[in-house]
């Protein structure tokens, strides 16, 4: 059955390029409701007297992920980040917290974190919590341990595409009007 009505989208003049746009758009869209749930769900397990953003959020919970201390450099590898800096500046954040400890990498000028005892106190509460507000919900969609598998995967897949592209495009010059380079 064909649809009724279609966004009129700029990006997309075949049938692919609105797949996949809208496909952009909902990607978008999740993000900002997942980086809202994380915000709200941490405010409920965090001490009012401690201001941290949902990049710091991620990057605690990255940080605590196998238990083992974790460079700025491992952590942005770990979420695909390229902006060490800004990465650097949640660390601060959230040692100045208490959240997270510093500690020097052996043979190295380089330090690595963990968690502190406050921290582990924070996310042990933010699970409880989303346990309680959104696996519970989660658990009521048919085959969901299915479907977040292959959306995983696929999400993967994607994500070296669009990683590809990005290098690709960076290489591009744009030609002047003219013709010319």
């Known amino acids: ?27 978008i869209r ?28 991620v990057i605690l919970h990255v940080i605590r992920m196998q238990d083992r201390p974790k460079n700025s450099a491992t952590i942005a590898r770990l979420m695909n980040r390229d902006d060490i800096p800004n990465i ?15 500690q020097r990498e052996k043979n190295s000028k380089t330090f690595a974190y963990t968690v502190s ?3 582990v106190k924070l996310t042990d509460e933010y699970y409880k919590v989303r346990a309680e507000i959104l696996v519970k919900r989660l658990e009521e969609i048919s085959e969901v ?16 595409i669009y990683e590809e592209a990005a290098r690709d495009s960076a290489t591009i010059t744009p030609l002047r009007e003219d013709g010319q380079d």
């Open 30 to 57: 999740f993000h900002e409701s997942f980086s809202r749930f994380v915000l709200s769900t941490g405010m409920v397990t965090i001490a009012a007297d401690v201001d941290i953003k949902y990049e710091e959020h």
């Open 1 to 27: 059955m064909e649809p009724k009505f279609q966004r009129g989208w700029h990006l997309a003049k075949t049938d692919l390029e609105q797949k996949a746009t809208e496909f952009e758009w909902a990607l």
């Open 88 to 102: 650097q500046y949640s660390l601060r954040k959230l040692e100045a917290a208490g959240l997270i400890e510093k």
């Open 145 to 160: 341990s299915e479907k977040f598998e292959r959306a995983s995967r696929f999400l993967s897949l994607l994500t070296g």
């Open 117 to 119: 005892a406050l921290g």
